[in-house]
């Protein structure tokens, strides 16, 4: 399962490493767009930012005058497709390619020499209506090292998420992450996520990852 995975995104990263230009192109072509500005990138999928313990994204309402730090995003019909840095696009350009039942991001960057190069990529497999695996891939070609994770998703009866299963590697394929479980509960209306997972003790420890904001009213 997870070797089909890593497969999978690493025949993506190879397909598209070399089209920074040509996707550049097309998006370039698109018109009657809509803009938004944000701190950092839009969300890719639900509770991307508080599986990976990050802040929500701020969008601004009106073009920021400082352009320290945000991200220009540019929607067709309500779907991103563009992204990038606005003080420098070799900092980050992502391009966003949605297919049936299929989601990729393909993140570009400045390398060593100056070229735009792949760096991430997110897959986000959809089953009918429903996200059925996200994978995500990373290669530094400059230090020879490579990230790979998997997310597994399993739900209750009504199509709610109940459990995200977790597991990849760190740089190396050698460094094997132990496998992470995110449990997700809802409490009058509320969103509940924990995280149990090996700990340095050797100790399996379910820890409370999130809460809604009414949840952490209570």
Known sequence: MI???YDIIVRIFEEYRSLYKVLLNKVEDIGNETVLWSNSYLELYPYQYELNQLPKPKIYINEPICKEGIIVNRLKNNELYYSYRAENKGWGSSFIINEVEKKICLRFLNNDDDEMVLSQVYCVLYKGSVIEKVIY???????GEET????????NDNKTI???????????????LHTRTFRFEYVNGDVLIY?????????????????????KKK
């Open 195 to 215: 995280s149990k997972q090996l700990k340095k003790n050797l100790k399996v420890v379910e820890d409370l990852l999130y809460t809604s904001r009414k949840a």
């Open 3 to 5: 070797e089909k995975d």
């Open 148 to 155: 790979f994770r998997t997310d597994r998703y399993l739900y």
């Open 137 to 143: 891939y990373t290669r530094d070609n400059d230090i």
């Open 162 to 176: 109940q459990t995200i299963i977790r597991d990849g590697f760190f740089e190396e394929k050698i460094n094997v």
